[in-house]
């Protein structure tokens, strides 16, 4: 760049002779020249300024980059675990479901046993309590059907030969219509005492 400024000068000076405009205007043109050797020296720290400047703005640029690509690393990190995160807790929530409905399924079984269980000890326990209150029966049946066979026995005891030939006696047989009476009599003693089904 000076030396674009310096031609610019030497053309300048080449075209007007320095004859033509006397010392005055030499003077002049060293003037002009130490002004633009000024002029060209300022723009030149200037320009040395803005590539100093560029040259910063392009390093921050640069740091800035690669803040932004490792915050794009972090973001995008996050959000696959994120996403991790989210199927992990669907597929144990569909775990826990799962094993809710089995335990739903083992209650519901359970329960029906249970219901199945208590009406059969429902229904026992009522047979229970017939057969019970029947054998209860049969045991005062038992308790009478025994009072008769003794009362059987001890009559049966306290017949002597008289009354064995008074009951064989042909001619009225009074005393075989009694004996006859008398077992009917025990006879329907032993039937009351049958148990009904």
């Known amino acids: 760049m000076r030396q674009r400024i310096l031609c610019a000068v030497f053309a300048f000076t080449a075209l007007f002779p320095a004859f033509a405009y006397g010392e005055t205007e030499t003077d002049r043109l060293r003037e002009a020249l130490r002004s633009a050797t000024g002029q060209m020296r300022a723009l030149e720290d200037q320009r040395t300024a803005l590539q100093a400047r560029i040259s910063e703005a392009d390093r921050e640029r640069a740091n800035l980059k690669l803040q932004v690509d490792a915050q ?16 992990d807790f669907n597929a144990r929530l569909e775990e826990r479901n799962q094993t809710i409905e089995k335990w739903k399924d083992a209650y519901a079984e359970a329960a029906s046993v249970a219901r199945t269980k208590d009406a059969e000890r429902a229904k026992f326990e009522s ?9 209860k029966a049969c045991t005062a049946k038992n308790i009478q059907l025994a009072k008769v066979g003794r009362e059987l026995m001890a009559r049966y005891e306290g017949v002597t030969i008289g009354d064995l030939m008074a009951a064989k006696e042909p001619v009225l047989a009074l005393r075989r219509v009694e004996i006859q009476n008398l077992l009917q009599d025990y006879k329907d003693k032993i039937i009351e005492q049958k148990v009904q089904p």
Do not use: H, I, L
């Open 72 to 87: 794009k690393a972090r973001a995008a990190q996050a959000e696959k675990d994120y996403r991790q995160a989210v199927e």
């Open 127 to 135: 047979e229970s309590k017939t057969y019970m209150a029947s054998s």
